[in-house]
């Protein structure tokens, strides 16, 4: 059997470093700042956990000393075996099932209505506790810690990215915006007028993607079944990029459904405390 090992037996040695738990986390494109038009964004689905599970990614499954070929490679060079199927991984596997059943019921529920809300919160409760584990294993006093997994997920979770980003850029007149952790907004201005051009532009790009992300996969030793994939996400009519974490959007189409100029804003002062009503 596996046992895990208790928190209180996990300390720093005398003389070490703090710091030296640290790992470099998630990455951040810094955008071009200015105002775009007709931007779409791509959503890598559940990505630290979809790592863990196509990597087998679990601390009994680690093993440096293993031919490569029988291994999984992650970018910060830490191996895992490809068999026997990892504790963690096991665990991912049966939590995604869960939230997947729940997002198939959310969907054929009609918006709005409470059945559609109770399957919402069921499917969005299995994603909170996905990606919990990644946090789990990082934080340093837990039963899991592990700072060579933590740092293999986000380390790999930046390859990704980064090669999806150059992947885009590459492959026709469209210009990765930003991008943050495991999104990309896409300015496809050049040749879209419309929410319509930009649902088949957004469409054609997301497949484009997925089939790349093959070879991807193949940098980490992937030959086959892997857990990575994109979501076409939103169409937004236009978009300000300030700097990392702060930007606004002016969204029409989320995620299959029209909306009307939905405003997203994220890390941009809208309305202080201290201004007067008039």
Known sequence: ????????????????????????????????RGLY???ISIDL??????????????????????NDSETYIASNKVKFDKEPRGVIPCVLDELFKGRV?????????????NEYEN????????????????GYIGMEY??????????????????????????VNSIGPYKVAYGDTDSLYVDVSKIASS???????????????????DKIAESFNIFGH???????????????FVKKKRYATLTCWDDGFDVDNKLGIVGIEVVRSDTPRI
């Open 37 to 39: 038009k007709w931007v």
């Open 226 to 240: 892997h857990y990575f994939k994109f979501n076409f996400e939103k169409v937004s009519r236009s978009a300000l």
């Open 119 to 134: 399957y919402y919160m069921k499917q969005y409760t299995y994603k909170i506790i996905l990606n919990s584990f990644y």
């Open 45 to 66: 689905v559940s990505l630290y956990p979809s790592i863990m599970r196509s990597l087998n990614m679990s601390p009994e499954t680690m093993n440096q000393e293993a």
């Open 142 to 167: 837990s039963r899991f810690y592990n700072k060579d997994i933590a740092e293999a997920v986000t380390l790999t979770g930046q390859h990704i990215i980064k090669s999806t980003r150059d992947f």
């Open 195 to 213: 929410k319509e051009d930009c649902i088949r532009i957004g469409n054609e790009i997301k497949d484009l993607v997925n089939r790349n992300l």
């Open 1 to 32: 059997g596996l046992i895990a090992v208790d928190k209180k037996h996990i300390h720093h040695e005398e003389g070490e470093d703090k710091d030296e738990s640290k790992y470099e986390g998630a990455y951040t494109i810094e955008p071009e």
């Open 101 to 113: 059943e729940y997002k198939k019921l959310m969907k054929e529920a009609e918006k709005g209505s």
